[in-house]
């Protein structure tokens, strides 16, 4: 069994500064130059989300899986996620229950130790430069989202507020 409190954590970060610029005087600020703005951002990690979500449910399942984070870096798909999601209300709305259901299939009995340590090929990038390309154990996809890709883009939200600027995707 995994233990998700990180991740759940990692999960109300992200959704706690996503509120926050939602909130502010300007709910949809420019980004600098070459970044997202906060719906680009959200709509990445609803996308990375599923992704991790269907290699842990795969795995659950039997099949052989994979995780690839190039269909969340893509813009074409980005915007078709946030239109599908209705926008930013919509996509915090479904990265909260994306978070939910990836920390019951992760955390709860649904996988054993064994299969949390699945390796599963992975290629991961991130502003067009290749970070992973091998297979990582399961367990280290869903721990990596808690340690370095949700408090990247907590940052990256953060940063679209007035005098705070962080760049850099994650």
Known sequence: ?????????AYRALLDAAATVADADDPNPAPPDGE????????HVSLISAATIA???????GANT??????ALDAWT????????GGNAGLRDRIGGQAAALCALAGGAALS????????????????????????????IVTGLAEA??????????ALL???RVTGRY
Do not use: F
């Not at 069994?1 to 954590?9: I, N, R, S, V, Y």
């Not at 290699?55 to 399942?61: K, L, Q, R």
């Not at 890709?149 to 953060?158: A, D, I, M, S, Y």
């Open 1 to 9: 069994m995994l233990d998700t409190a990180p991740l759940q954590d």
């Open 36 to 43: 997202w703005n906060a719906d680009q951002i959200l709509a």
């Open 55 to 61: 290699a842990v449910a795969g795995v659950a399942a």
């Open 66 to 71: 994979t995780y690839d984070n190039r269909i």
């Open 78 to 85: 980005i915007e078709q996620t946030i239109a599908h999601a």
């Open 113 to 140: 130790d064994a299969e949390l340590s699945t390796p599963a090929p992975a290629r991961l990038l991130s502003n067009d430069t290749l970070l992973v390309d091998q297979p990582m154990a399961l367990r280290y």
């Open 149 to 158: 890709e949700l408090p990247g883009h907590t940052k990256q939200l953060l």
């Open 162 to 164: 007035p005098d705070v």
